[in-house]
């Protein structure tokens, strides 16, 4: 074919699928061909033979986060994903990705319970091995490594895999409580982390709805059903039964949370550690909260060049439409 025929060819084709593309039928054409692309692609997925790997899980957002509750923000599904990651004969070990405000003590609880009950099935690392992840965790650059080499440790199966958690931006509350009893904590200089404690948020409008004549009536089977009732004028006695029988019982196995999972590296006396402070990822290895400081990508980089193999991914953030109100129609709540 001659080219001026061949690109007078194209010119027509290129005309014909625009104006295609224009009618109702062929965007219903082009969108099903997309959408059977992105099923095919992941039926072939399944397919494929998995290799050798670092399983990563993330948290991110609030955990347990109403609308925003997905794969990575969902302390069950974070726990599943967990349990998944480990019992892979093919992952190598695992690294928590988290970035997160903080959010529901029972999914903190249930993500830090899965990480305690799988040390106790598989008992401690060795000598040997913590040296080793401590090692490259502390590497000056290694990105820029001339000769990376590779562990001995990772040529066989690992009985107990490793979990390094690596925070981001910020892990508070929640969050701390979700990751402590990781094998190694590691943050940037700069990363927001503490916040250890409990909340309890309740609104009281009786004194407006008292100007506004506005009566509420609540039947209770008994003088504490209603406790806390934002129609009533604030009770301190009840108040004082919120703090000792929520409050302090959930505060409580926090700090145990955290007692366990950082034994024998606390620096802090406990009367600072559970104010409720909020600390930076430098002050926080000073304080023997976080193992080291360091950052995501050179913690990669390191992990990789030693075991020999790379991440994969066990949990990817979903579509949340509060998130896409926020992100695209600038509405928040």
Not at 11 to 18: D, G, I, P, R
Not at 102 to 119: C, F, M, N, R, W
Not at 226 to 238: G, H
Not at 317 to 327: P, Y
Request: contains cysteine; aromatic residues 6%.
């Amino acid at each position: 074919m001659e080219k001026n025929n061949e690109h007078e060819l194209l010119s027509v084709a290129k005309e014909y699928l625009t104006v295609y593309k224009r009618t109702n039928y062929g965007k219903i054409a082009v969108l099903t061909f997309v959408v059977g692309l992105g099923l095919a692609t992941n039926l072939l997925k399944g397919f494929e033979l998995e290799d050798r790997h670092i399983a990563v899980v993330n948290i991110s957002g609030e955990l347990g986060g109403g609308m925003n509750d997905n794969e990575t923000s969902s302390g069950n599904n974070i726990a599943a994903k967990i349990v998944e990651a480990l019992n892979s004969d093919n992952s190598s070990m695992l690294v928590i990705n988290a970035d997160s405000p903080g959010g529901s003590p029972t999914d903190s609880q249930v993500i830090a319970e899965t990480l305690i009950e799988y040390k106790q099935a598989r008992g401690e690392l060795s000598p040997e091995l913590k040296a080793g992840i401590i090692t490259r965790l502390d590497a000056a650059s290694p990105n820029f490594e001339k000769q990376p080499s590779t562990s001995d440790a990772f040529n066989n199966d690992l009985a107990r895999k490793p979990i390094i958690a690596v925070v981001g931006k910020q892990c508070a509350s929640a969050c701390v409580q979700a990751i402590i009893h990781a094998d190694y904590i590691v943050a940037q200089r700069a990363s927001m982390f503490g916040n250890i404690g409990v909340r309890l948020d309740t609104l009281n409008w009786s004194a407006l709805a008292e100007k506004l004549g506005v009566t509420n009536i609540t039947l209770t089977s008994g003088e504490n059903k209603d406790m806390l009732n934002p129609w009533r004028p604030l009770n301190t006695e009840q108040m004082q039964l919120a703090n000792s029988t929520l409050l302090q019982p959930v505060f409580q196995q926090f700090k145990d949370d955290v007692l366990t999972g950082r034994e024998g590296k606390l620096k802090v006396a406990d009367d600072v550690l559970f104010t409720g402070l909020v600390w930076t990822g430098e002050d926080s290895k000073a304080m023997g909260l976080i193992d080291t400081t360091s950052n995501s990508v050179k913690v990669q980089k390191a992990l990789e060049s030693w075991s020999g193999v790379k991440y994969k991914a066990y949990t990817h953030k979903q579509f949340s439409f509060s998130s896409f109100l926020v992100s695209q129609l600038g509405l928040t709540w």
